[in-house]
């Protein structure tokens, strides 16, 4: 195993992946800067702790697109977003639908998220600091919806519009922007490496 998933040994449909110890630090890191960056759910409790589930079952989403660009690709405007000459009514569909799914969506990624965490931290060393991550079926499909949101949120940090972009950073020099486009191509072999491990 070359720090990519590969199907797991006994686990039928799940994934393993060997880490070493700078690679579970920076997956985790970004993990919690994720959950950061989603926020708690409505109905946490001030500290942004443990949630309501009645307030957060009641709980209105909210009508506008997210200022923050990262928040912004992670959920986006399911009818166009501004400045892709929509009109008002369909601002106004795109507002309602975001009104009713938004919190689900964020409850969602939060999950994956901590799905990654809670993997990570459950990791013992198998020598010479590092180890053999494996997970379940469930656990990779969690596991692929956060690498996805961990690369969609860096690309808009580095202003990635699609994939060709991406492409333009193998030839980026040294600099400041360095260690995120490097975390965003290593994101990127880890999601596709997952997913060719998961397909039938």
């Not at 009713?100 to 990570?120: F, I």
């Not at 459950?122 to 079926?137: D, I, M, N, Q």
């Not at 995120?180 to 039938?200: D, F, K, N, R």
């Amino acid at each position: 195993m070359a720090g990519l998933f590969q199907p797991a040994a006994g686990v039928p449909g799940g994934a393993a992946v060997a880490l070493d110890e700078v690679e579970i630090s920076i997956l985790r890191s970004l993990a919690v800067q994720l959950l950061e960056l989603i926020g708690p759910g409505p109905g946490a409790d001030e500290a942004g702790g443990e949630q309501d589930p009645l307030a957060a079952l009641m709980a209105d989403g909210p009508t506008e697109p997210p200022s923050d660009p990262a928040l912004a690709r992670l959920f986006p405007d399911a009818y166009g977003g501004p400045g892709a000459g929509v009109d008002e009514k369909t601002r106004e569909a795109a507002a309602e639908f975001r009104r009713y799914t938004e919190n689900d969506l964020r409850a969602r990624k939060r999950e994956d998220g901590l799905a990654v965490v809670r993997a990570l931290d459950s990791l013992a060393p198998a020598g010479e600091g590092g180890a053999v991550l494996t997970l379940t079926p469930e656990q990779s499909r969690r596991w692929l919806g956060a690498l996805n949101d961990l690369r969609l949120a860096i690309g808009a940090r580095l202003e990635i519009a699609d994939d060709e972009d991406g492409d333009e950073l193998y030839a980026l020099p040294g600099g400041p922007r360095k260690p995120m486009v490097m975390a965003y191509l290593w994101l990127g072999a880890l999601q596709e490496s997952l997913v060719e491990t998961l397909a039938p």
